[in-house]
């Protein structure tokens, strides 16, 4: 009886079988030989098919091994063992694998057999894994090499030995003072003799047969090349002289030949009738092209992509991704129809109507009438919370069920038209600039607080935001008139939001319009924290938690020789996760630094989180002229939430590209995997920074202003001189110098098209988007514009309409708004103060002990009481915020006194 041990192995997983892995170059690395006749000279394989997953309990704890991709070579494969929380590294050979990661877990040195335990004795395993295989490599004994025949191909060729196109064979062997991997194959009428060292081709040679390759290669000079690789082996030739492998033909002589004939059916009889009466008897067959039909072309199908890449049209999702594509999620903004009239008026030439129904159905990164999957701050706590305060102040204000009906009708009509429709009314211009609305409700310019022109009208729809509250005044009671008034305030910030954000995300096509060979657009933005355990997780999941930092720079520039944009994308991950102005420039510095090309030129675009919209980068950016001999011709800081760029489809590629990681059984484990998991996406380059955070202290003198306004082409400019930035703190500020890794080269560039869209007109102005080449001509077009606005224009009542209207001059700018500002309002001393008894009295009597919750609600009886205002109250949030930072210093001062007192 055999003492072999004998393991109870599972296969969980059966993995896949890849041509260009399992028969291309490394194949001998991918199949396990087993021997099948006594002589040991032929052996047959059982494959490691890529991502296969095997069980094995050992010592009462399951191990699982996975086959993946080898990370030193990755056309060879790698074994990876996990066992509960434990995993050994990517090995080379399963053995490895399975004994380290049986060490970590019971810290002995016990070995198993890696085929063993893997299952490869295991007669049911072995047959699910060489279920629909094709072909199976040939390992052969010939003379010291072992020589595997990955592939085959039949030739009538004398001086092929019956092989053709197709046929590849490799064996191994010291060159040059080094194991080397020869690989032979046969194309057409040539042999092709590749010389391998680890994962890289470091020589070819190219003969007309398999012998005469062979003598340019200079060793086993005793050996001829068919004999070497298998050719003229034994049972390679019977293979390729089998009777199934060879061209029947039947010749006049052999028409008495039944057996061949028996092989000949009357449709081919037909048709070789038929093309000897066309060709004459004889000819060859011919080689019919094959007709490929394509009813769109390609001009069509790009006009498709570049219709929903635009922000109009679509909202990006900056974390999902389609699982089947890989492509970032499209949310559609309007209904099907309306998209499709749009699209007509942008492309009259373009794809018929049902084609684009067809695509859209078709598309499963557009999605339709879906859940957005959670709105920006603003937007929930300005619009939805609103809404919510309002229906519940209806509903628990009005008596009479008819008038309760009609609010809550006018609310949903309210609602819609926020959301939705006030955004379609509004227009901005090819440049990025506003022109004047007659439409006082729609103007921009009005809402900007630039606009100097009469108004002719007002829009009804626009007006139900100030009868629903003027209807809400009257009907509702005294005590819920503040309530009602700051839902109006609110709703109106709301409102302003919506305008700015409309008109900053049109700056963008404007940016890119005036590239040319000497500018450089950029987008800079970070992605939510990369975390060790989880990327799964959603934003509001990873606050306060350890990971790394992944900070994205897109570089746009002009490609002069196509109508395409080239895109380079910058991914630097970090252990430091302070994510503050100093990283941020610390990642420009390296950006500039690496670059071969430095542009005269540059556009930033980025949101306005503090880490970009803060005196110190902008102190640090007047610098890199002196730096880097680049001018900063703009920094761009869209509206918070909503700055849904291309930039956010990237970052859903990168969280697609790690979740895939992820399922392959790989872990997050160092900032290397980011770069594994993501190292294959589109122009991206990838690499560690560790920004020098020592290096602050520099004696220059600062050159050049800062000018700063509200938002572009609006407002009027603030200059900040030399000296006033540099009093904003004491030190002055080093070049940032950090650490890093070198980065990973693009597989594949990054395009997009350019595009120039017209704007819609209801004047039915020609206006030719080919005429118009310069900045000049376009602003000269928009006066011609707001000529004819004012000369069709009804001058009666104008005066009326501006002096009446309910919103100042300027309503849209935040300086304007009573809720939005900068960080909110500071918490009184006097609510300080009884918030540290409160916390106090909890350290001495745990009896005593608030949560956030319960401090609020005390500060609302000093409310009740008359000895505080309800709006010095803090949330609970930021009562919660404040005992967290207050528990961290009171635990500090308490561990320095008792250290100062012993």
Not at 210 to 219: E, N, Q
Not at 404 to 431: C, P, S, W, Y
Not at 834 to 859: I, S, V, Y
Request: net charge neutral.
């Amino acid at each position: 009886m055999s003492k072999r041990r004998r393991f109870t192995s599972t296969l969980i997983g059966i993995g896949y079988i890849f041509p260009e892995l399992h028969y291309g170059t490394f194949a001998r690395n991918w199949w396990e030989p087993v021997s099948i006749n006594l002589e040991n000279t032929i052996v047959s394989a059982i494959p490691y098919r890529l991502y296969m997953c095997v069980k094995c309990n050992l010592n009462s704890k399951d191990f699982i091994i996975t086959v993946v991709k080898n990370n030193k070579n990755q056309q060879k494969p790698g074994f990876r063992c996990t066992c509960e929380n434990m995993s050994s590294e990517i090995e080379s050979y399963p053995s490895t694998a399975i004994n380290s990661c049986y060490k970590k877990v019971f810290d002995t040195k016990t070995e198993y057999s890696g085929i063993a335990v893997m299952g490869f004795e295991d007669k049911n395993i072995i047959q699910q894994l060489l279920d629909k295989v094709e072909f199976f490599p040939m390992f052969l004994r010939i003379e010291k090499f072992l020589v595997v025949i990955s592939g085959l191909g039949y030739s009538s060729k004398n001086e092929y030995y019956e092989a053709g196109a197709g046929f590849i064979s490799t064996f191994i062997t010291r060159f040059r003072n080094a194991q080397h991997l020869f690989l032979l194959r046969i194309e057409d009428d040539h042999c092709f003799l590749e010389i391998y060292q680890d994962s890289k081709m470091i020589q070819q040679f190219i003969g007309l047969t398999p012998d005469d390759v062979w003598k340019k290669v200079g060793i086993l000079k005793n050996f001829s090349g068919s004999y070497i690789f298998g050719i003229t082996h034994e049972s390679i030739q019977q293979l390729l002289n089998s009777e199934n492998n060879k061209i029947v033909t039947c010749l006049p002589d052999e028409w008495h030949n039944y057996e061949k004939l028996t092989k000949v059916t009357s449709y081919i009889i037909n048709k070789a009738r038929k093309h000897a009466r066309l060709y004459g008897p004889g000819a060859p067959p011919l080689d019919k092209p094959k007709r490929k039909v394509q009813r769109i072309n390609n001009i069509q199908e790009e006009q498709f992509k570049i219709f929903f890449q635009d922000r109009e049209n679509v909202t990006i999702s900056s974390y999902q991704t389609d699982a089947k594509t890989g492509l970032p999620i499209l949310y559609l903004c309007d209904q099907k129809f309306n998209l499709w009239n749009k699209f007509t008026e942008t492309y009259p030439n373009g794809m018929k109507k049902t084609a684009f129904m067809a695509r859209l159905n078709n598309s499963t990164n557009l999605k339709y009438r879906d859940d957005l999957g959670g709105l920006c701050q603003i937007c929930n706590d300005y619009e939805f919370t609103t809404f919510e305060n309002l229906f519940n102040i209806i509903q628990s204000n009005s008596n009479n069920k008819t008038i309760m009906n009609t609010m809550f009708i006018q609310l949903d009509k309210l609602k819609r038209h926020l959301k939705r429709d006030f955004e379609e009314e509004l227009a901005v211009g090819l440049n990025g600039k506003v022109i004047h609305d007659p439409c006082i409700s729609h103007c921009l310019l009005f809402a900007f607080g630039e606009c100097n022109n009469k108004h002719q009208n007002r829009c009804l729809k626009c007006d139900q935001f100030f009868e629903f509250f003027n209807f809400m005044s009257e009907n509702i009671s005294e005590d819920y008139q503040s309530k009602l008034t700051k839902a109006k305030e609110q709703l109106l910030y709301f409102l302003s939001h919506q305008a700015r954000k409309f008109y900053l995300n049109a700056q963008f096509k404007a940016i890119l319009s005036e590239l040319d060979s000497n500018g450089v657009v950029i987008i800079a933005d970070y992605k939510m924290r990369v975390l060790p355990q989880s990327a799964r997780e959603t934003k509001q999941d990873f606050f306060g938690k350890r990971g790394w930092t992944l900070h994205t720079i897109l570089f746009f520039t002009k490609n002069t020789n196509s109508n395409e944009l080239n895109i380079e994308a910058y991914d630097h991950w970090s252990l430091d996760t302070k994510q503050d102005a100093w990283f941020t420039a610390s990642a420009f510095e390296v950006v500039f630094e690496t670059i071969e090309k430095k542009p005269k030129w540059i556009k930033i675009i980025s949101d306005n989180c503090p880490h970009y919209h803060n005196s110190e980068l902008m102190a640090i950016i007047s610098h890199w002229y002196n730096w880097y001999n680049i001018e900063v011709r703009s920094w761009l800081f869209l509206e918070p939430g909503e700055a849904k760029t291309i930039i956010d489809s990237h970052h859903a590629a990168i969280t697609h590209a790690i979740k895939r990681y992820l399922r392959i059984r790989y872990d997050i484990s160092s900032g290397e995997d980011i770069v594994q998991a993501a190292k294959g996406l589109l122009g991206t380059s990838l690499a560690n920074l560790e920004p020098n955070r020592n290096n602050e202290i520099e004696d220059d003198k600062y050159e050049g202003y800062i000018r700063a306004r509200p938002l572009p082409h609006v407002g009027n400019w603030s200059n900040f001189s030399p000296s006033y930035i540099a009093d904003l703190w004491n030190s002055p500020l080093y070049q940032p110098q950090p650490l890093i890794s070198q980065c990973t080269i693009p597989e594949t560039k990054w395009t997009i098209p350019i595009t120039m869209e017209s704007d819609s007109n209801e004047n039915n102005i020609n206006i030719n988007i080919e005429d118009i080449d310069t900045i000049e001509n376009i602003n000269k077009v928009e006066r011609e514009i707001e000529d004819i606005i004012d000369l069709t224009g009804n001058n009666n009542d104008i005066k009326s309409i501006d002096s009446e209207f309910p919103l100042i001059k300027g309503w849209a700018l935040k300086s304007n708004q009573k809720f939005g500002g900068k960080g909110g309002n500071r918490m009184k001393k006097e609510i300080k103060t009884l918030l540290e008894c409160f916390f106090l009295n909890g350290n001495r009597n745990q009896k005593d002990k608030m949560n956030a919750q319960d401090m609020q609600t005390e500060l609302l009886k000093y409310v009740e009481a008359g000895e505080l205002a309800e709006d010095d109250i803090p949330k609970v949030s930021t009562i919660q915020n404040w005992i967290s930072t207050y528990a961290q210093n009171f635990k500090e001062r308490a561990t320095e006194h008792e250290l100062n007192n012993r």
